[in-house]
């Protein structure tokens, strides 16, 4: 049973993601362990995790929708794998059991923390193809690496958008901002269909979950007001050395 002083830190927490998911992504490398470290099940906490972060994937997803507005073709190509592979990385989560879970997490911690690493290198690999005019015409193909960055975003989620935006990177010839765009609205169908999932079962911690859902989205604020006054890449730095730390407290533990 959380205390008060819990849910407090649970709070504290999204805030704080919310603004990292804003400035500079990897914000789950913060809410997630924290709630395993308040004693909240691995499993239960990564669940909660999802519900709780969608508002912050549809406040992305609206903030964006301009660049969406002509890519109806693509949407409708990107959706249905999106949302099926949220629900089947969700599925496959549930099936994973508690013990396996926990076990898998510091790797999952340091897969995440590697593609935080690699944002920028992937975003200058992009920019320079689409410069270029190099890039790929496979555009009817494009649900297929999506399809499989959606299971991975519907079992655990962190660095979601980084696989997607390198997914669409593969067969996708458009500007950065297009694609930022569309790697949005993929990355909330996964979530959202994923946090659906998950609704009934019966590991939502909904108090929790509510109070960060409010926390990240006062976060996303707050980040947005910092833009331009906090350099991204060191504040991407920090997250993932965090994020190492984690791994190596859970690989000990």
Same mark, same amino acid.
């Given at each position: $049973?959380?205390? /008060? ?20 992504? &990897? ?22 995790? *999802?519900? #709780? ?9 609206? =903030?964006? #929708? ?6 109806? !073709? ?24 508690? !013990? ?6 510091? %790797? ?18 992009? *920019?320079?193809? $689409? ?8 555009? #009817? ?8 960055? /959606? ?5 655990? &989620? ?7 935006? /390198? =997914?669409?990177?593969?067969? +996708?010839?458009? /500007?950065?901002?297009? +694609? ?12 959202? =269909?994923?946090?659906? %999932? ?20 006062? &976060?996303?604020?707050?980040?947005? !007001?910092?833009?331009?006054?906090? !350099?991204?890449? *060191? ?5 993932? *050395? ?12």
């Amino acid at each position: $049973m959380l205390t /008060s002083l819990d849910h407090l830190f649970a709070a504290l927490a999204a805030l704080a993601a919310g603004a990292i998911n804003a400035l500079a992504g &990897g914000g789950t490398l913060i809410t997630f362990p924290v709630l395993t470290f308040l004693g909240v099940p691995a499993v239960s906490a990564n669940i909660t995790n *999802t519900v #709780a972060l969608c508002p912050g994937y549809f406040g992305g997803t609206l =903030a964006q #929708a301009n660049d969406l507005k002509d890519q109806k !073709k693509r949407l409708w190509l990107l959706m249905p794998a999106s949302v099926i592979g949220g629900v089947l990385g969700g599925f496959l989560l549930l099936r994973t059991g508690e !013990k396996l879970f926990t076990d898998l997490v510091p %790797y999952l911690i340091l897969l995440a923390c590697l593609l935080l690493a690699i944002q920028d290198p992937v975003r200058a690999w992009l *920019t320079r193809r $689409m410069t270029e005019g190099h890039g790929p015409k496979l555009e #009817a193909l494009t649900w297929l690496p999506v399809s499989f960055a /959606s299971i991975y975003g519907g079992y655990f &989620g962190a660095g979601l958008s980084v696989i997607v935006l /390198s =997914a669409l990177g593969l067969t +996708l010839e458009d /500007s950065l901002t297009r +694609l930022n765009a569309l790697k949005q609205a993929a990355a909330f169908a996964v979530n959202a =269909a994923a946090a659906a %999932y998950f609704l009934f079962s019966g590991h939502v911690l909904w108090t929790v979950a509510l109070i960060m859902a409010v926390g990240a989205l006062l &976060g996303g604020w707050l980040g947005g !007001k910092l833009a331009g006054k906090i !350099k991204p890449s *060191t504040l991407r730095w920090t997250v993932v *050395t965090i994020g190492v730390v984690v791994a190596v407290v859970y690989f000990v533990r």
